[in-house]
């Protein structure tokens, strides 16, 4: 069935420093990608999204582009901030009421 | 965005007393609702899915007489936990979408059960 695995966390990062979260996908149909961000105390928000491949979708610095020859929609930032830190979940959904989410991973930035 | 609130946060309960969480969405209307759990270290599971009025829609392995949902309205869910005993502690957590045509889903802030 359709899938989404992410890199397992907690990763802890310095401030400045780059990001890299990886997210590969298994779907049978033609899904939509999603990167979900949770803040402590509060629910997941939607980071940002792509809905075909190639799309780049991107918002707060950050970026991920729709790979279909590898399956994939990494999440990358150049420079994290302190605020950054949160446990952010890889999505996918193939129609309007089915979504797959990995398991989350923890991102910890050190001032 | 839209706002989903979900209450309680925490809620630690006795092993065979039932505990509601409640799911609302503050402004907006929600058509349909979905229900998920979250183990440690592993993935969001979608548990069921709920429209206003009607039943909902259970996945595959979630026993529908333990996990009761209720959508009486286009701005409340309910979840209950029935007879909760300790492999029902998990986080859930609801999410909306609302019928004005937007395909976002909005998230609660999750419910961590722990049943003791």
């Known amino acids: 069935g359709d899938s989404v695995t992410q890199m397992e966390g907690p990763v802890t990062l310095s401030e400045e420093a780059c990001l890299t979260i990886?997210?590969?996908?298994?779907?049978?149909?033609?899904?939509?990608l999603f990167w979900y961000v949770q803040y402590p105390g509060e629910g997941l928000q939607l980071l940002l999204k792509?809905?075909?491949?190639?799309d780049k979708g991107s918002n707060k610095g950050f970026e991920a582009t729709y790979r279909k020859e590898t399956t994939s929609f990494h999440l990358e930032k150049g420079s994290v901030q302190v605020s950054d830190s949160a446990v952010y979940f890889c999505?996918?959904?193939?129609?309007?009421?089915?979504?797959?989410f990995g398991a989350g991973t923890r991102l910890t930035v050190k001032p | 965005g839209a706002v989903v609130s979900q209450h309680p946060s925490r809620v630690i309960c006795k092993s065979g007393t039932s505990v509601k969480i409640e799911c609302r969405s503050l402004?907006?209307?929600?058509?349909?609702m979905f229900w998920y759990r979250q183990f440690p270290k592993k993935s969001l599971m979608l548990m069921a899915t709920?429209?206003?009025?009607?039943?909902?829609?259970?996945e595959q392995g979630v026993e529908k007489d333990k996990f009761l949902i209720n959508h009486a309205s286009l701005t409340l869910s309910t979840l209950t936990v029935t007879s909760a005993h300790p492999e029902d502690s998990s986080f859930y957590i609801c999410?909306?979408?609302?019928?004005?045509?937007?395909?976002?889903?909005?998230f609660g802030q999750g419910t961590r059960l722990t049943v003791v």
């Open positions: 999410s909306a979408r609302d019928g004005g045509g937007r395909t976002e889903a909005f």
């Open positions: 990886n997210c590969t996908y298994t779907a049978t149909g033609y899904p939509s």
């Open positions: 792509a809905t075909k491949a190639d």
């Open positions: 999505a996918l959904e193939v129609n309007n009421n089915d979504m797959r």
């Open positions: 402004d907006f209307q929600a058509t349909t």
């Open positions: 709920s429209n206003e009025g009607s039943k909902a829609t259970y």
